[in-house]
């Protein structure tokens, strides 16, 4: 089965409003990261995240192991941050080969 | 910043065709991965390779050969190109050890007709 479930599967948003984007994980996790993709455009890392929290301006990362999840928190949100966002998991034990979820795809209107 | 180059960016084959991606990085890490993106299935493991001359079957290995001639290079081999094929690939390495973030490159579309 998918040991990566993400929700939603996708989001509007008006301009200003905030967003939560969850990461749901199968198997135990030894790391995760969230990306970013522009409409055909290429993956940019936001979060290399294997637990606890990390910010980074208007995003918020936060990884909890014993609960297999980790959400992104985006404040403020702006048009700009439309696109998809992903997470990757690698799993405990495993040989480093990342297993992505299916992605959020978020649109923010002005 | 670490680099992933794919080429080509786009390619058009037809069925039965042979296509050969190809990438290069130049972050001196000793993972490289390959990945397919579909609409509604994010992206999918292909291949994968750890170490030069040799790599290991992703999730969706079949209908694919790769090859690792070197640390910085890595194809993706299509011998029989099929219509399911048709998909945006990726390239992506990673230090694997002590830093596992992923390094991604533009990606290829490519259409098979």
């Known amino acids: 089965g998918q040991q990566v479930q993400q929700s939603p599967a996708s989001l509007v948003l008006q301009e200003g409003e905030n967003a939560e984007l969850q990461c749901n994980f199968s198997?135990?996790?030894?790391?995760m990261q969230w990306f970013y993709q522009r409409p055909g455009g290429s993956l940019v890392s936001l979060f290399y995240?294997?637990?606890g929290t990390k910010q980074s301006g208007r995003l918020t990362s936060t990884t909890v192991i014993k609960e297999r999840r980790s959400s992104l928190h985006i404040s403020s949100s702006q048009t700009t941050d439309s696109g998809t966002y992903l997470c990757?998991?690698?799993?405990?034990?495993?040989?480093?080969?990342?297993?992505f979820g299916k992605g959020t795809s978020l649109v923010v209107h002005p | 910043e670490a680099a992933v180059t794919q080429s080509p960016r786009s390619k058009v084959a037809v069925t039965g065709g042979k296509v050969t991606l190809s990438c290069h990085q130049t972050?001196?890490?000793?993972?490289m991965y390959w990945y397919r993106q579909d609409t509604g299935h994010g992206l999918r493991l292909i291949h994968y390779?750890?170490?030069?001359?040799?790599?290991e079957k992703g999730d969706i290995p079949d209908g694919y050969k790769a090859s690792r001639p070197s640390q910085e290079n890595f194809s993706l081999i299509l011998e029989l190109a099929s219509l399911s094929q048709t998909a945006v690939y990726f390239c992506?390495?990673?230090?694997?050890?002590?830093?596992?973030?992923?390094?991604f490159g533009h990606g290829t579309k490519l259409s098979v007709l």
């Open positions: 995240n294997p637990s």
């Open positions: 390779s750890y170490v030069a001359d040799s790599t």
């Open positions: 972050n001196n890490h000793d993972y």
């Open positions: 990757a998991m690698e799993r405990s034990g495993g040989n480093y080969k990342p297993t």
């Open positions: 992506a390495s990673s230090d694997g050890i002590s830093n596992e973030r992923l390094f």
């Open positions: 198997t135990s996790l030894n790391s």
